[in-house]
């Protein structure tokens, strides 16, 4: 069993910048962040692998969020920058303790979830 906790939500203004944090009690191959917002279905946002150091991103955070990690530390941040309104969801820390052959951007790929963090972008 591996737990998440997530921290570093908040309330910013349109344009600023957020970071988050997710701690893992245990190894994990994969740690990723997906979203929800009212109304609205659990999205996937970014994903790094440990093994090669790879990451992935949703189209709508390309070159505004970045996903980076301590492997060592079980800790995956993820780095968000000129953010707009239409970001204001909750974000879930995800992990997956098996390699996969997808992509990790789907929510079936992730065994543990954690219980997230509510992130709001005022305009």
């Known amino acids: 069993q591996v737990q998440l906790v997530e921290s570093g939500g908040g309330l910013v203004q349109s344009g600023d910048s957020l970071r988050l944090s997710c701690a893992a009690s245990g190894r994990t191959y994969a740690m990723g962040w997906f979203r929800q917002a009212p109304g609205k279905g659990r999205e996937f946002v970014a994903v790094?692998?440990?093994?090669?150091?790879?990451?992935n991103y949703a189209d709508s955070v390309k070159g505004r969020f970045t996903i980076s990690g301590d492997n060592a530390k079980n800790t995956v941040y993820l780095q968000m920058n000129s953010l707009k309104p239409e970001d204001t969801a909750v974000y879930y820390c995800?992990?997956?303790?098996?390699?996969?052959?997808?992509?990790?951007?789907?929510?079936?790929?992730?065994?543990?979830w954690g219980r997230g963090t509510q992130v709001t972008v005022s305009s």
């Open positions: 790094i692998v440990w093994s090669g150091g790879n990451t």
């Open positions: 995800a992990a997956s303790v098996f390699p996969r052959s997808g992509r990790y951007n789907r929510n079936l790929e992730y065994d543990y």
